[in-house]
């Protein structure tokens, strides 16, 4: 969906029922669009060492589940929308 759509922000979680998010992530990144999508990960079960061997994000895109309020989540999208991609 994401690449018919090209959302400006695609959360992504690593835990999926058909498919791993790092495959999701690898397909959006295979993209011409999806090279420089905007993308936040969205964990409860994967560490900081997971992630950073199998996507190339910076931590600061990487929110850890339950570590974070409504609010923080809403405040970072809107902080992620405004910043240039």
Not at 24 to 35: E, H, K, L, N, P
Not at 55 to 74: E, G, R
């Amino acid at each position: 969906m994401a690449l018919e759509r090209e959302p400006d922000l695609i959360l992504l979680d690593i835990r999926l029922p058909d498919i791993s998010g790092y495959e999701v992530y690898r397909q959006i990144r295979a993209t011409t669009w999806g090279a420089t999508a905007n993308i936040m990960v969205l964990t409860a079960s994967e560490s900081i060492e997971n992630i950073a061997n199998n996507i190339d994000l910076p931590l600061s895109d990487v929110m850890f589940k339950p570590d974070w309020s409504m609010q923080q989540l809403a405040d970072t999208i809107a902080k992620r929308l405004q910043a240039p991609t």
